[in-house]
């Protein structure tokens, strides 16, 4: 059995990531969607609070935090219920971060590490998915083909968080047949030939972040550039670190469609009455509540696993497959409150349920 009750560590960091989601990102949400571009000084007040890397060592100059996905998921669904555009973006690092903390050689870690725990935000993130309908990430398209001692990568990536501005990307590479074990992680610059980055992407979503297309054409990179050189990464267990991310920043987007929906559910009247009374209404709101606490469950119990050391392949795909349902739902049941009024932009609830609406299509975009 696992332990539901948060340690004072847990705490202070999810207050910390709560104070951030209130005071900097709920505030700025519609405009910064409405513009297509986070706050200008918003990376900058969130890289200095620590929550993106908390786990690097104190030899890299890190804080030491203990590497749980517990905890991961508890400051995620915070900054998710804040803003997920702003969350994606200031959580990019983490991309590259973690997997290099966890499989990365000496050197590696002492580039990498050190980077991602500087005063500036690091100009680093990470390049799963592609562009194709049936998007499997165990039968990349992207490949890496050896050529000598070095390797030669080739394909196209889409929805690369942070990708205009960034200077080094971690792109996922198939180097034999299909499944995890064929998927390593190389580091590729920007300025390498054959490398070509789009202008941002526009989404139905998930707007204020800057998403861009990542083309690799004939692009020879070194052996070193593998991540964790020839003994390479443990792919399966990063996915399921990722999957828990994104389920957890999902379970913020559905909290607060919810909450905005009960707030609403009390104060509009119809006839005299709140239309919380209204059994259709009542029943409605029950339903998303009962939904969200039980993916919840689902999420944190696939972070636990992980905690432990465990194999949490199914727990973390299970979790996704549940919380994926459920955030469109909830987000869709929430404009069905507001009634005509949800419809409008104005109205938090249609960008709740946009961005909602992505999950079942994101991969690779969060690491706990």
């Not at 609403?264 to 009962?290: H, L, N, S, V």
Request: charged letters at 25%.
């Amino acid at each position: 059995m696992f332990d539901l009750e948060p340690s004072e560590d847990q705490k202070l960091m999810v207050q910390t990531a709560r104070e951030l989601a209130k005071n900097e990102m709920d505030p700025a949400a519609h405009d910064a969607d409405e513009a297509a571009k986070l706050p200008a000084d918003f990376l900058k007040k969130s890289w200095e609070l620590g929550l993106a890397c908390a786990a690097i060592p104190e030899k890299y100059n890190g804080a030491s935090m203990e590497r749980s996905a517990v905890t991961g998921a508890m400051i995620l669904e915070e900054l998710g219920a804040g803003d997920l555009s702003m969350a994606i973006a200031m959580l990019a690092p983490s991309l590259v971060a973690y997997p290099v903390l966890d499989y990365g050689t000496d050197l590696q870690k002492e580039i990498v590490l050190r980077a991602c725990t500087g005063s500036e935000f690091p100009k680093l993130t990470a390049a799963l998915m592609e562009p194709v309908y049936d998007f499997d990430p165990t039968a990349l398209r992207t490949t890496a083909i050896r050529s000598g001692t070095n390797y030669v990568l080739n394909g196209v990536k889409t929805l690369v968080p942070n990708g205009s501005t960034a200077d080094s990307f971690l792109v996922y590479a198939r180097v034999g047949g299909t499944g995890f074990d064929n998927v390593q992680a190389f580091f590729v610059q920007r300025t390498v030939p054959g490398v070509t980055v789009s202008e941002k992407e526009k989404n139905m979503g998930i707007n204020a972040l800057d998403t861009v297309t990542l083309t690799l054409e004939n692009v020879g990179v070194a052996p070193d550039t593998r991540v964790g050189g020839a003994k390479g990464i443990d792919f399966e267990r990063i996915m399921s670190y990722s999957r828990v991310a994104q389920s957890a920043l999902a379970l913020g987007v559905a909290r607060k469609a919810y909450e905005h929906s009960v707030t609403y559910a009390m104060e509009r009247k119809t006839w005299g009455q709140p239309i919380a009374t209204r059994q259709a209404i009542a029943f409605m709101i029950a339903d998303m509540r009962i939904e969200l606490d039980a993916a919840r469950l689902l999420v944190w119990e696939a972070a636990w696993h992980l905690d432990k050391g465990r194999k949490a392949t199914k727990e973390s795909y299970l979790a996704k497959m549940v919380v994926d349902e459920m955030v469109l739902k909830v987000t869709d049941d929430s404009v069905m409150v507001m009634g005509g009024h949800g419809f409008i932009r104005e109205n938090p609830v249609e960008r709740w349920l946009r961005n909602g609406r992505g999950f079942a299509t994101f991969d690779g975009l969060a690491m706990v």
